[in-house]
């Protein structure tokens, strides 16, 4: 006897990626750029839902009913809570790491091609390591007003990627500023007070 066969689960009830957690699936930005065909913003709309991603950015769309795209089967909402931008520029602004797909047929890229496996270490760990050890610092320093801190630690993530250090760098840099942090816990002069 055959076991029954459970039908699939809807696009809009699927399992969310278990290697994201939400709070950084929620981090996450899908922007389609100058789309021509609604059934590919459709795909991409049900392809995030699949993955647990909602937050979507057209530039330029072509076509004006792109918010209706059919192919967006299960993830009708997502299309309607879409951003809308003019330029790359203008939606990619707030983010501290931009990566681009694209095919290289007919095109000759103005930037570093990366292959998927080659990806995982450059936006890995250790980045966001001193990224954090760095903050942890300018605390520890009293650099930043809480006021402050998260604009801070948004531009302190935006200058780390854009400096494109190696590994062999990042790993020098968390070891000085260790040291710093060491030397800044065990000195005896005050901290400036956060505000």
């Not at 996450?28 to 950015?57: K, Q, W």
């Not at 630690?153 to 020098?172: A, E, F, G, K, N």
């Amino acid at each position: 006897m055959t076991p029954p066969r459970r039908s699939p689960l809807p696009y809009n009830q699927c399992v969310p990626s278990p290697t994201l957690s939400e709070d950084k699936r929620d981090s996450v930005d899908v922007v389609l750029v100058s789309p021509r065909n609604p059934l590919n913003i459709g795909a991409a709309a049900r392809a995030m839902a699949n993955f647990g991603l909602s937050r979507l950015t057209v530039v330029a769309p072509y076509a004006p009913m792109w918010r209706e795209a059919r192919s967006a089967v299960g993830a009708p909402e997502l299309l309607l809570d879409a951003k809308e931008s003019a330029t790359l520029a203008e939606a990619v602004a707030h983010s501290t790491l931009v990566l681009g797909t694209g095919t290289l047929n007919s095109r000759k890229p103005g930037l570093p091609v990366v292959s998927l496996p080659d990806l995982p270490p450059l936006v890995a760990g250790l980045i966001d390591r001193l990224a954090a050890l760095i903050e942890e610092t300018m605390q520890a320093a009293g650099y930043s007003p809480r006021g402050m801190q998260a604009a801070n630690r948004h531009d302190l993530r935006l200058i780390l990627r854009r400096l494109q250090l190696s590994p062999h760098d990042t790993r020098r840099s968390l070891g000085l500023f260790r040291r710093i942090l060491w030397r800044l816990r065990r000195s005896p002069q005050p901290r400036i007070p956060s505000k």
